[in-house]
T-cell receptor, first 115, second 114 residues
């Protein structure tokens, strides 16, 4: 079975540019999570969705960040405009609300570098 | 509030040694789940194990074993006969109450030397 798929795997952009990260959750999972990992702050939850609806976006750092989940099989995280401090690894994870396990499975991550 | 503490920032062992990674958690909820994830140098986060708060039975999977003790709020991870391929950052995480987001510890960098 395919795991969580993220694209691109690496993104290098210049300050001020728009960046869009993409995620395809595991088929049948109905919860999706976006995390950011940095050396200074570790793994931080940015936002999560249940059944395509954003539930908690309190971790989104600024208005420059936005996330959407137009359907059960696709989500995007957009940064506009990007800044050097946004450089990090961004992970997407999914889990099943209907199973009691709540185990989150992570994608391979997108390494973002903003110059 | 939930909190996970991994006091060991870095551990270095020689191949075939046993090593234990410590994890201490804090939560006021009676129902919660504990996880361990592995992050190898390639960067992905790999799920290793999940335990719920009502099951204190220790678990063994090959060279891996986990010791869950509610009395000390600990969920420690032992690798027996370590191998170079075990080198990675290991994260302990907590999911408790109605919150569905994981609270991660800061991770332990394990280096297994040949």
């Amino acid at each position: 079975d395919a795991g969580v798929i993220q694209s691109p795997r690496h993104e290098v952009t210049e300050m001020g540019q728009e960046v869009t990260l993409r995620c395809k959750p595991i088929s049948g999972h109905n919860s999706l999570f976006w995390y950011r990992q940095t050396m200074m702050r570790g793994l931080e939850l940015l936002i999560y969705f249940n059944n395509n609806v954003p539930i908690d976006d309190s971790g989104m750092p600024e208005d420059r960040f936005s996330a959407k989940m137009p359907n059960a099989s696709f989500s995007t995280l957009k940064i506009q405009p990007s800044e050097p401090r946004d450089s990090a690894v961004y992970f997407c994870a999914s889990s099943s609300l209907f199973l009691s396990t709540d185990t989150q499975y992570f994608g391979p991550g997108t390494r973002l570098t903003v110059l | 509030a939930q909190k996970v503490t991994q006091a060991q920032t870095e551990i270095s062992v020689v191949e075939k040694e046993d090593v234990t990674l410590d994890c201490v958690y804090e939560t006021r909820d009676t129902t919660y789940y504990l996880f361990w994830y592995k992050q190898p140098p390639s960067g992905e986060l790999v799920f290793l194990i999940r335990r719920n708060s009502f099951d204190e039975q220790n678990e063994i999977s090959g060279r891996y074993s986990w010791n869950f003790q509610k009395s000390t709020s600990s969920f420690n991870f032992t690798i027996t006969a370590s191998q170079v391929v075990d080198s990675a950052v290991y994260f302990c995480a907590l999911l408790s109450g109605s919150a569905r987001q994981l609270t991660f510890g800061s991770g332990t960098q394990l280096t297994v030397l040949p």
